[in-house]
């Protein structure tokens, strides 16, 4: 069993019908108990990353959560979720994460210029802050979460931040939107992607499938 942790932020039920289609059983749970219970966590999210932390903090579901992890137990993190994982984040004003994985949250700069439609032959225009839409997976270090994930792959991604992480090794994949940001990250257990994998077809369920198998 699977729980997918319910801290009031984050489209729950979507991502627990994601999980049942890629042969996983899973449960929305705002209960510590659960949590030691089950074989892995998915930590989903969508909104701000301060009102995240303080949600969690309010259903005491950080030390859980930093226990399990810290004892093996698989956990995903999608979206606002991944960007928890990390030691802080600048969206509005300075806020502390889980600290999980070394690195901080920013914010896209909108000050970048890129082609538009992505032709050189267009004139640049401003980067649209949020990433809204599909975008490719550049895979920088397959492992068991990206198998079966072909380098090039489409997901869909709404988030106006991403992650910096400090060391590079936890970067599994890359995506280019005015710059190359991580977009799947792993380390041990632990693993992250700031695309929403319940809203990317196919390639999104192969990841979630992977999870299940873990």
């Known amino acids: 069993m699977i729980a997918i942790v319910d801290y009031g932020m984050g489209n729950l039920r979507n991502v627990q019908k994601a999980v049942e289609r890629a042969g996983g059983r899973a449960v929305i749970t705002a209960e510590a108990e659960t949590l030691s219970a089950a074989r892995g966590v998915i930590l989903p999210g969508v909104g701000a990353f301060g009102d995240a932390m303080q949600n969690l903090q309010e259903r005491r579901l950080i030390e859980p959560l930093r226990r ?57 225009v401003p980067l649209r802050v949020p990433h809204i839409g599909w975008n490719q997976l550049h895979i ?65 369920l192969q990841i979630l499938r992977n999870f299940v198998q873990m």
């Not at 606002?80 to 690195?103: C, K, N, W």
């Not at 400090?166 to 280019?176: E, F, K």
């Not at 005015?178 to 977009?183: P, R």
């Open 68 to 124: 399990e992890c810290a004892a093996g137990k698989p956990l995903l993190g999608i979206c606002l979720g991944m960007q928890l994982l990390f030691e802080e984040s600048e969206e509005m004003g300075l806020h502390r994460g889980l600290g999980l994985l070394p690195g901080r949250v920013v914010r896209f700069p909108s000050r970048v210029l890129v082609s538009e439609g992505g032709s050189p032959d267009l004139p640049p």
């Open 140 to 204: 920088r270090r397959p492992g068991p979460l990206l198998a079966g994930v072909p380098d090039g792959s489409y997901v869909y991604f709404v988030h106006s931040y991403h992650v910096l992480p400090t060391d590079d090794a936890i970067v599994l994949a890359t995506t280019d939107y005015g710059l190359d940001f991580a977009s799947v990250v792993g380390c041990g257990n632990l693993f992250g992607v700031q695309f929403h994998p319940e809203k990317s077809q196919e390639v999104g």
